[in-house]
C-alpha cells in the first residue's frame, strides 16, 4: 500500500512522520515528493530530492515502491554524501525497507542511530533492483531513532538506492518472486518457448543452478534448487522448490529458502529425521531438516532449516550455523543417516583444498570431524563442490544384482579442467565404514559431455523401491550463460544408478564402472514406436520427413554395427547446414556427441565441440539409448556403462533425423519414440 499524495503532505507538514496506515504498520518515509523534506542532506550523491528512477548514465533502476526513491547517483558513482532522517519513536518490532545499489558495508550503509550510534546497517548487493530488507528491532521499542543513508564510496558500484521504510510487525518476504511465477505459469505461452525442454526440469523463470534437498516424503520427490529470485544470471542465490509424485511431473511451490541481508543460501541437502533427533519436531510431526552453506563476504558456514509442514514453509535453526571453521571455502554438506553406527553423517568440502571432510551428528546440530578425503582424482582441478556419498549394487554382466556385493561411490564436482572441458563430475568407488572412505580404485569420469554438473542423490526413497536416483544440473559453468530466457538452466533426466565391472578394451583390466540409466518413469510419456530404415553407407540418409517429428522431444534407441567403417551414428535435429552428430568412432573407441553444427553455438567459444566417451562393441554392436529435448541431448552408452550430457540450441524446428556409416559392410538401425511434453 502506498499513499504518496497524502503522505509528502504530513511530512511537510509535521516533519519525518510515522502514521498509522493499518493496525500493524506506520510508515516512515515513502519518498512520494520532490524534496527530502525534514531529512538533513549533505553532499551531493543524494540530489535535490528523491529521484523518479534510474538518473542520467544509470542502468534501469527497478524495484521500488510508486514513483520515487532516495537514489545517490546524483552526478554519477562519484559523488559522496549523506541524508539523515528526522527522529521518530520505534514502535513496532521490525523496520521493514527496500535497498539497492552497490555493496560496500563500510562506505555504503542504510543505517538506524540511537543516540547517535549505528546499531543497525545494510548495504546494497550491486544491482539497480532494490529488495526488501527489514531489521528485527524488537529490543529497541520505544526509544528514539534516526536513520541515515551514507554514500562515501567514489568507485564503481558507489551508490545506493532506498524506499519504502516502514515499521512493522512482521518481517515481510524479502523477494516477490513467488507472484511472478504464478503469473508466468498462468499465461498462454508458458513453457512454450522453442528451446524450453520438455520432458527436463527447468524453473519458469529465472536463474538455476545445482540440485539442492533432494528428498522423498510421503509420496513426494523434492526438488530445491540454487534459485535466483531477481534474475536470469547468478545471485541472490535461494532455495527453489518443486514436488513431485513420477519424477516427470513438476509442481512449482514458493521459494524455501531465500537468501538473508548476510547471507546466500548455498548448496545442501534436506533429509527427513523421522526420529526427530533434532527436536526440532515432534514424535507426532518429524521434521523435514535441511542442511545447507549459509555463503557470507569471506566466510561459509554450514546452517539448519526445517520445515514441519510437508517442506511448505522453512524456519531456520536458532542455533545457526551448526558448522563453522572459520574458512571462506567450506560447502556443499550432504547429509545421510549411517544405519550401522546410528548417526548423521555428513560430507562436506573444503573446496579450494580439494579436501572433504566427515563429520558424524546424533542430532543434525552438533558435529564431531570423524575423517578427511582428498586431494586425490584429477588432481590440479580447482575447487570441489558438491560431494555425495552413497551405497550402490553390483551388478553382473546380464545387470542383475551380484547377491551381496555392494560398494561405496562417493562423487565430486570439479569447477574447471573436466574431461570435456569445463566444469564436471567425477567419482571413487571404494568402502566406507561409517568413518573413514578408503577408495579402491582411481577416480572415473561421471559423463563425458559438457553438460552434467552437482548431481546429487535422493535420500530417503522406500526400500521396497530401492533405487538411488540423482539428478543433475545440465549446465557448465565456463558456458553457463546459455541464450534461454525467461529462464536458464535445466536438470538432467533423473537417472537410476548401479555399478558394474566393465573392461573397456582388451588391454585394460575391469574397472567398477557406474552404471545410469533414465528413470523408469520417463518411459510413461512414451508415444508410438517406429522402427526406422536400417542404413548403411555415406551421405547420411533421412529417416523422417522434414516437421515429422516437430519440435517434440523423443527418444532413440539405436544399434550401431561398425564393421570396418570409421564411423558411424546418426544425426538429429538436422535442418539445413545444422545438425548434432552421435556416432561411433572405430579410431578412438568412443562414443561422440559432436554439436559443432547444432545451432547456436556463437554465445561462448568454448561452446561448439565434439565429446567422446569410451564405448566397447560388444558382440560386434555398440547400442545408444538417446534423450533428445528441445534443448539438450543425453546419450547413455550400453546401458548405461558411459554417458554423454550436452546442451544444444537449434535454430530449426522442423528438423529431421539422418543416419550414417563408413563403409557399406557397417549400419545403424534406430527405433524413435515420441516423447509427450510434461506441459500438454
Ligand atoms: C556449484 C556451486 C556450489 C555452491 C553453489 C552456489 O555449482 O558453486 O559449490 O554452493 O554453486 O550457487
Redesign the pocket.
Known sequence: MKMMGVVSAWCVLWGLCSFSLAADELVVDVFERDTYGSWQVTGTACGPGPAGGALPGQMAVAGFQGERLVNTFHEGDQSVGTATSAAFVIDRPVLAFRIGGGADPDRLAFQLLIDGQVVRTATGHESEELVQASWDVHDERGKTAQLRIVDNATGGWGHLLVDDIRQVDQAPPRFDIDQKVQAYVRSPDAFREPLRPQVHFTPPINWM??PNGLVYVDGEYHLFY?YNPLGNS?GH?SWGHAVSPDLMHWEHLPLAIPETESE?A??GCCVFDEANTSGLGTQDSPPMVAIY?G?GPGRQVQNVAYSLDRGRTWQASDKNPVLDVGLADF??PKVFWHAPTERWVMVV?R?VERVLVFYGSENLTDWTELSRFGPAGSLNKP?W??PDLFELAMLADDGTPLPGETRWVLEV?V?GGAIAGG?GSEYFVGHFDGERFRAEQAARWVDYGRDF??PVSWDNIPEDDGRRIWIG?MNN?ETSLVPTSPWRGAMSVPRTLALKRVAFNSEEPAVITLVQQPVRELSTLRGDARSLTTVSGWPPTALTEPGELEDMPCELEVTIEPADARSAGLRIRTGEDEYTEIGYDRFDAAVYVDRTKSGNVGFHPAFAGRHRAPARVVGGVVKLRVVVDRSSVEVFVNDGEAVITDRIFPSNHQPTLEAFTGSAKATVKATVRELKSVYR
Open positions: 543452478n545445482d540454487q547468478w542465490m546466500m548455498f548448496s552453506t555463503h560447502r556443499d568440502s573446496a575447487n563442490e558438491c564436482d569447477g566444469s554438473y552437482a544440473w559453468w
